[in-house]
Nanobody, 123 residues
Framework: QVQLVESGGGLVQAGGSLRLSCAAS????????MGWFRQAPGKEREFVAA????????YYADSVKGRFTISRDNAKSTVYLQMNSLKPEDTAVYYC????????????????WGQGTQVTVSS
């Protein structure tokens, strides 16, 4: 079992920045991939970014490329999402996810999910 706890969400003006953190605990040594998804009211959960735990591959949704950066600290079993140039359409609950399998990083097939953290971008 892996437990995921997100932090760092909040209210920010358009053009501002936030950094989300996701701390993993439990059987973290078996993690293959960690990702971020988001869900806005009335919309489906969508992929934001992901990173393989070994090898360094990263993946981004087209809507956040060039603005968001995913990074990880293996020693702390933590993944970060640096969000710059935020837009009102980035407003959503952001979820961290992890999986021990080599699943497609952009699909919501992850086994473990956090509770989510709210990000609100005002115009």
């Amino acid at each position: 079992q892996v437990q995921l706890v997100e932090s760092g969400g909040g209210l920010v003006q358009a053009g501002g920045s936030l950094r989300l953190s996701c701390a993993a605990s439990g059987r973290t040594f078996s993690t293959n991939v960690m990702g971020w998804f988001r869900q806005a009211p009335g919309k489906e959960r969508e992929f934001v970014a992901a990173a393989r735990w070994s090898g360094g591959s990263t993946y981004y949704a087209d809507s956040v490329k060039g603005r968001f950066t995913i990074s990880r600290d293996n020693a702390k079993s933590t993944v970060y999402l640096q969000m710059n140039s935020l837009k009102p359409e980035d407003t959503a609950v952001y979820y961290c996810a992890a999986d021990p399998r080599a699943i497609p990083a952009m699909h919501p097939l992850y086994t473990y999910w956090g509770q989510g953290t709210q990000v609100t971008v005002s115009s």
